[in-house]
């Protein structure tokens, strides 16, 4: 149960990030092919554009599974989560909004994990389904293995510094949800 833990840490983690993600999928794959005209290799072109479109479609998978598992569970985990998620609270802050207490929000956060996992594997999606398309993802994949490691992937992907410059690879700026400028990859702040 412990691997469905993490990737349902690593999915409501990058739920912030995943409008960025596909608008990089949507300009990337508008780049690729405004510049397949002057393409050599078209066959390859056609490929990467099909991977670029399958990418955006696993993000929107990504929200749609985060909707449906919310929904599922009991009101005072979803909403825990979901302020977590969703509006990159720290725990404190939930605590604060919701009217708890610190203590209760960190259990009631920390079981609603667990009542996650359960709503997630009751939905069909089990560690073998997140493995096979989302373990070699730099959004979601990186964020998967922080939370094997035991890391705050919530303050991974929400608390970024915004002076911070990321130069990545172009499959790699897709996933991060970087824009891509001339087909080639923008240095841009890490901001919501």
Same mark, same amino acid.
């Given at each position: 149960?412990?691997?469905?833990?993490?990737?349902?840490?690593?999915?409501?983690? %990058?739920?912030?990030?995943?409008? *960025? +993600?596909?608008?990089?999928?949507?300009? !990337?794959?508008?780049?690729?092919?405004?510049?397949?005209?002057?393409?050599?290799? !078209?066959?390859? $072109?056609?490929?990467?554009?099909?991977?670029?479109? +399958? *990418?955006?479609?696993? /993000?929107?998978?990504?929200?749609?599974?985060?909707?449906?598992?919310? $929904?599922?569970?009991?009101?005072?985990?979803?909403?825990?989560?979901?302020?977590?998620?969703?509006?990159?609270?720290?725990?404190?802050?939930?605590?604060?909004?919701?009217? /708890? %207490?610190?203590? %209760? !929000?960190?259990?009631? /956060?920390?079981?609603?994990?667990?009542?996650?996992?359960?709503?997630?594997?009751?939905?069909?999606?089990?560690?073998?389904?997140?493995? %096979?398309? /989302?373990?070699?993802?730099?959004?979601?994949?990186?964020?998967?293995? $922080?939370?094997?490691?035991?890391?705050?992937?919530?303050?991974?992907?929400?608390?970024?510094?915004?002076?911070?410059?990321?130069?990545?690879?172009?499959?790699?700026?897709?996933? +991060?949800?970087?824009?891509?400028?001339?087909?080639?990859?923008?240095?841009?702040?890490?901001?919501?």
């Amino acid at each position: 149960m412990e691997n469905i833990v993490c990737w349902v840490s690593a999915i409501l983690a %990058s739920y912030r990030r995943l409008p *960025r +993600a596909v608008a990089a999928c949507k300009q !990337t794959s508008r780049s690729l092919a405004e510049s397949g005209f002057y393409c050599e290799d !078209t066959m390859a $072109l056609v490929q990467k554009l099909i991977d670029c479109n +399958a *990418r955006a479609e696993s /993000y929107l998978n990504v929200k749609v599974i985060v909707d449906d598992m919310l $929904l599922r569970l009991p009101l005072k985990y979803a909403r825990i989560l979901q302020e977590r998620a969703c509006n990159g609270l720290a725990m404190c802050q939930i605590a604060k909004k919701l009217g /708890y %207490s610190e203590r %209760s !929000t960190f259990r009631w /956060y920390a079981e609603g994990l667990k009542k996650a996992a359960c709503a997630i594997k009751k939905m069909g999606y089990d560690e073998k389904w997140f493995e %096979s398309r /989302y373990s070699k993802d730099v959004l979601i994949g990186d964020l998967y293995f $922080l939370a094997k490691k035991g890391s705050d992937v919530f303050a991974r992907a929400c608390n970024l510094p915004d002076n911070k410059k990321i130069r990545l690879k172009l499959e790699d700026a897709v996933a +991060a949800g970087l824009l891509l400028c001339d087909n080639k990859v923008a240095a841009l702040g890490c901001r919501d």
